[in-house]
């Protein structure tokens, strides 16, 4: 890859802004895409906006002319999800004819119900509709690569945190910014079960690096995420961190449910409160062994968050 290869970035969202921060302190030139074509952001000469639908194949092959690596950060309220589908097809057009790497930021829906550790080797069983979908996309961008049309790598992060998470957490704004603010944290299902969180920063440069190494195209991969804490024990952590009081608030299932009947954000939510009933532990051992990266020591990041948290 050459040394100032452009890198384009579709989603500008928690996860595509810390892909496109490690980029640029990489000194390499970007390209973001978002629907709008506007993003707020410390503007460079080396960082790019675009806008339009990632689902439009000729606008897709537009934006990512001349990319080395195209990564696929799109996030969508859950109400919208049957369109990741027609997205990924498009980014897919997109970084084939541009010759470029397909690095996909997906979640671990796809994985279903599991019971124990959730690792590489675990067949995909989705129990639920955002599930299917989340497979859906995996496969045809699986297939793309069998095919030959486009190198793919596809990165899978657990619940995300970090600086420029807010509402788009279940670890974001509802537990920092409430805690910082002297408020009870706002949680949902069993709060003493462990539960996985994923460093936003870590999960970028996992991205950035599957983007990079031969050995990572054709496969799924855990990014780097810490070992697990209760919930309960993460918000005291923070609130530690913070100075302030580990006070947390735990909305119940048939809340959410009366919430559901008014809300469509939070009806589609509670197929997924399983993860947060039961124990949820993502095992991102074999990242870690294949290309020589750890996460973030969990206080570290936490401290990060919330000092980025305090900032003005």
Known sequence: MAQNALHVIFGT???????????RRRGLPVRLVNRSGKVTFEKDAQTQVGGGDAADPKLA?????G????????GLPYTRWREFPDIARGIAEGAAHAGATLVYGDNVYAWGHVKGPIHEGLPEAPNTVKGRIRAEVAGLLRDAHAAGKVRVAIGRGSDFFGPGVTEASMLGSRVFGRLLAGKASQVVGNPDRLHSYTFIEDFALALIILGERFE????????????????????????????????????????????????????ELREMLYEFEEDFVLDSSRFRHTFGLDSTPLEDALLRTVEWYRKP
């Open 216 to 267: 990572a195209a054709g496969g799924t991969w855990i990014v780097p995420t810490a070992p697990a804490l209760s919930t309960r024990d993460t918000v005291a952590l923070i609130a530690r961190l913070a100075g302030a009081r580990p006070l947390l608030s735990v909305a119940p299932r048939w809340l959410l449910g009366l919430a559901g009947m008014f809300d469509q954000q939070m009806h």
């Open 13 to 23: 969202g928690p996860l595509g802004l810390a892909v496109m921060r490690e980029l």
């Open 61 to 65: 092959r537009e934006v990512c002319e």
């Open 67 to 74: 990319a080395a690596v195209v990564y696929h950060c799109v």
